[in-house]
Structures are given as C-alpha cells and as structure tokens.
C-alpha cells in the first residue's frame, strides 16, 4: 500500500520519510488484524461474486470521495527528489501527482516540476504535428495516386470497347463483303448499261448513216454505188472494235472493207480514237484517247 | 474446505508474490524465470503449483500472494478442466483482481478455438482478464512475463495511488460478446 523511497537529499529527510513509512505500516497491521478476525468470522458464500463485486467498487469509490490529496512530507528537498522520480522513472505514462502546495519553496519545486511536464507536453504536442504533417502529406499522396488510377481505368475500358469493336466488325466481315461485292458489280453494270445506251443515243443521233437518196443526179452514181453495200452504222464500227480489243488483245485489228463508210473512218483516225495498223493499211485498231 | 484467501496475510516489504498453477508444469518454469528476471525495483516471488487446493503444510510459511495467474494450454482438454476445478478452491474476493488467465496456442486449431471461448466465458463469468501467450519462443514468453509484471504490479500494490487491482481488473477484464454467447 506503500511506496518505498529510495533517495532522499539528507538523513533528516530520510529520518522524517522512514517515521511515515513506520506510521503507515502499524495502520497496515491494524487493518490487517482486523481482517483476518472478519474473516475468521464470516463464511464465505460464493454465488454472490457480482454483489460481493458490487459491493467492493461502491466502498472503494466511497473511499476515493473522501480522500484528500495532501503533502507526503513538508519538505520541499523531500518533495523535489520525490516528484523527479516519479516524472522519470517509476511512471512510464504520464500520472497526475496532486500537489497542494502552501509554501513559496514548495511553489519553486512544483515549478521546476511543472517545467518537466510542459517540456513533455511540447514534446508531445511537436510529435503531433509530425504525425500530422505526415499524415497530410500521405492523404494527399493517395489522393493523387487514386487520380492516376481512375485515368488508367479509362483508357483501359476505351481500349476494351475498341477491341470489342474490331472483333464485331472482323466477325461480321466475311459474310458481307460477298454481299458488298454483289451489290458493287451491279451498281457498276448498271452504270455500264446506261453508258451505253447513252452513247449509242449519241450516235445515232449525231452520226446517222449517209442517206442513199441523193440530192443531186451528179452523185447518183456514187450515191447507188454506195447503197448497193449494206453500210454499218458508226456504233456498229466502234462494237466491233471494242469487241476486237476485249476479246482478243493480242490480235486488235479489225479490217476496214466497204461497209465501212469511209468519212466515218476518217473521222476515227483523225481524232486519234483508231490507228492505222503499220504494216497493212486496211487495218485498224482501237487507240487509248482521252 | 481450505480456500486460498487473499488478505490473510500482512504483505512483506517491497515484495510482490505471484503463483502460477499450471496443470502441465511445462510454461511455469520459463514463465517464472523470466519474470523474476525483468523485474529490478523490487522483489519477485514466484510461487508454482499444479492445481488448487495448495499443500496444508505449507500454509503458515506461504507470503501473501498478490497474484493468481492459471496457465491454461489450449490443446489439452484436461488444462482446462483442471483450472475449473482448481477454481472452486479460491475465496470469492479474489476474483476482484488478483486471478488472471494465461492461455497459449490460442491459434493451433478448431478446438483451440472452442476452448478459448469456453475459457473467455469463464473469465468473463468471474470478471478476470485473459491474457494469449505464445510459449515457444524466448520473445513470447518474455512478453507474457511482461505483461504479468504489470498486472502484478498493480494487485500488489506497486503502482502509483490511483490505480487499484479492483480497478484495474474492471478495466482488463474478459467480455464476452453477444456473437461468442450465440454459438
């Protein structure tokens, strides 16, 4: 119930410290005399624990109601080397030692002590701020890091979709390109077809063959020399052409004889659309123009 | 029947006793070297048995013992059920912070686990504190010294004015919760 003291400044003190300590051990063998006579006494009944319990916490708290701190000695040397221990040794957590103080030398040892404590509490309160500052500084690491991550989740999921994307496309490919090649053929010999049409409109239109009857009796003769050959028109001189050089690319030459109508021919040569073959002068073929 | 009474006996100077009872005999020993070993202010006097109740003879020359710590091994039903039997020879005041359970391999096991809470409901059931200590290395068991010391500290009366074993045993003491009682 004690507590032993080890270091005092003077044997006084000592001497002063060991009387209390004598004090306080004849109340301890008062007390406990009285006990062991209780005890001897009572029979212990042991399904009342909690109330036993119950009744020990409300004494003991009795107890500490009525207590009053008051003065271990009345020396302030005592007190001082007291109080140092206390702060730097015994107690490993911060203790409260209620001191009364009524005396200036007592108010300088309670000062002195006191100074210990407030340099703890700054101490303590420059540890606080570290752990702070650090735990800032940390908060907003994470905050940072999290941004990093939400923008990568992004990009990830963008990427995702793309990929999604291709696969649907690369899948669905093989069965429509056949369908997109049908539709490109006819829409191209579509096309094809109304050039023709329109070409040969053209032509008969602006290209008819000569008329056999003759305005003069002077080209009579020729006029029904002429109609006597059956004369193609100028579409079908391109056909043939054409026909010539489709069929038959190593071999283009289409041989000019009567039914050829020979202003038509000229025309042809003259604006480059056929070439005379080299060797043989009744020869021609279809040229690149543009 | 002879209960081991806490405050029979006029407590000696600077000296702090604590009996370990352990049904297996085999962490008492460590257990008390270690203590007796870290504690430098004042005296540690460690006391050992096997069960409840303690040899008559002994009786006038035994301290006053601050301190009841059962050692409890959980792989072994038989620890177990010695303690509780070893409990009805205590008086009831002890309970009010001068018993304490040490239990060990708390985590080798499904029926290390059952044994805990039937060991933590009994704690609760008497308003002491369970301390887990790890047995096999010089770490755990110096550990388990340690904390002992400070609980035995305070039965024994070491510890500065305000802190009592009462108190304290009001504040480390076992709970149960409602999920543990539910199994």
Known sequence: MEQDIQCSRSSEGKAVLLERCEEQFELLQKLQNEIILADTEAYDDQSNEAVNRLIAITSELERWHEMEPKLLTNSPEVLLAVGKEEVSCHCNNTQEVVIVSKYKCSYRFSHNFSSQLQRLNSQLKMVLSCSQAKLDAQKKILKREQTWQAEKKEALNAVCEKITRLQRENQKSEHSILQDMKRKINNLKDYHGSLMEMLSDMLAEHFPLPDPQGNSTKKKRAAAYDAEIDLISLSEIIERLTNKTLETPHDPYVTTDDTFWPPYTEMLLRNGIATRCPEDCNKIRLEMFF | ?183
């Open chain 2, 1 to 183: 029947m002879a209960l081991l009474t806490p405050y029979s006996k006029v407590p000696e100077l600077n000296t702090a006793t604590v009996l370990l009872v352990e049904n297996e005999e085999e962490l008492q020993s460590k257990l008390a070297n270690a203590l007796v070993q870290y504690e430098k202010d004042f005296n540690v006097n460690v006391r050992l048995a096997r069960k409840l109740p303690l040899p008559v003879e002994n009786k006038e020359t035994r301290p006053r013992i601050d301190l009841i710590v059962f050692l409890v091994n959980l792989l072994s039903e038989r620890s177990l059920q010695s303690v509780e039997s070893s409990l009805a020879h205590l008086h009831s005041d002890c309970f009010l912070g001068k018993v304490c359970f040490l239990v060990t391999d708390a985590r080798c096991g499904s029926h290390t686990q059952e044994r805990l809470v039937s060991v933590r409901k009994l704690a609760a059931a008497h308003q002491c504190p369970v301390l887990c200590a790890e047995h096999r290395t010089v770490d755990g068991v110096n550990a388990a010294a340690v904390r002992l010391l400070n609980i035995l500290k305070v039965s024994a009366g070491m510890s500065p004015i305000a802190t009592t074993a009462l108190y304290l045993s009001s504040l480390t003491r076992c709970s149960v919760t409602s999920d543990l009682e539910e199994d």
